[in-house]
T-cell receptor, first 111, second 115 residues
Framework: GEDVEQSLFLSVREGDSSVINCTYTDSSSTYLYWYKQEPGAGLQLLTYIFSNMDMKQDQRLTVLLNKKDKHLSLRIADTQTGDSAIYFC???????????FGSGTKLNVKP | DGGITQSPKYLFRKEGQNVTLSCEQNLNHDAMYWYRQDPGQGLRLIYYSQIVNDFQKGDIAEGYSVSREKKESFPLTVTSAQKNPTAFYLCASFSTGGLGNQPQHFGDGTRLSIL
């Protein structure tokens, strides 16, 4: 299957910005997603981006896509303790078919 | 409210037993999916179904079986052939109709453990 790579941990202070990075290998990916998972819960979709876009902003979230380098990032502005969770990057050729997930980045927000 | 319901939240299996995990959705979604999540790993696709009475194997289907007799329901059976069943299982669904579709919508998961 396709490889999606993420760093395992990130620790930031409350109020700082968090940047979670992801790399993928499948050049035919059409959609790239960010999901959030809180302890013991399912995955919550945060945002997604088409592969022909460079950037997407949604309130405190900014997604940047470098298609040439196959690099995706999620920036969370003014990070809050409630943002502490595991963040998964995923890619797919469309919403309907297989999603390929990274291993998740555990974000720890210190007060 | 519309959503996906997985039950039970916690499930225990004895050696040699089959167990069935329930996934029900009232979102009128056509497609449903089962994923397995292991600690420190991403989700891996077990089976998926894009329409009633049809389903396809995902990347790790061995030791699992599914059925899709109704649009709302996609139960997953973990058979005794699955040698390492302890994991967190997530069900998801997706609607194929209309514009501006949202990607896969997930349930809250079932944690399966071996006694």
């Amino acid at each position: 299957g396709e490889d999606v790579e993420q760093s395992l941990f990130l620790s930031v202070r409350e109020g700082d910005s968090s940047v979670i990075n992801c790399t993928y290998t499948d050049s035919s990916s059409t959609y790239l997603y960010w999901y959030k998972q809180e302890p013991g819960a399912g995955l919550q979709l945060l945002t997604y981006i088409f592969s022909n876009m460079d950037m997407k902003q949604d309130q405190r979230l900014t997604v940047l896509l470098n298609k040439k380098d196959k690099h995706l990032s999620l920036r969370i502005a003014d990070t809050q303790t409630g943002d502490s969770a595991i963040y998964f990057c995923a890619e797919s050729i469309d919403h309907f078919n297989k999603f390929y997930f990274g291993s998740g980045t555990k974000l720890n927000v210190k007060p | 409210d519309g959503g996906i319901t997985q039950s039970p939240k916690y499930l225990f299996r004895k050696e040699g037993q089959n167990v069935t995990l329930s996934c029900e959705q009232n979102l009128n979604h056509d497609a449903m999916y089962w994923y397995r999540q292991d600690p420190g790993q991403g989700l891996r696709l077990i089976y998926y179904s894009q329409i009633v009475n049809d389903f396809q194997k995902g990347d790790i289907a061995e030791g699992y079986s599914v059925s899709r007799e109704k649009k709302e329901s996609f139960p997953l059976t973990v058979t005794s052939a699955q040698k390492n069943p302890t994991a967190f299982y997530l069900c998801a669904s997706f609607s194929t109709g209309g514009l501006g579709n949202q990607p896969q919508h997930f349930g809250d998961g079932t944690r399966l453990s071996i006694l």
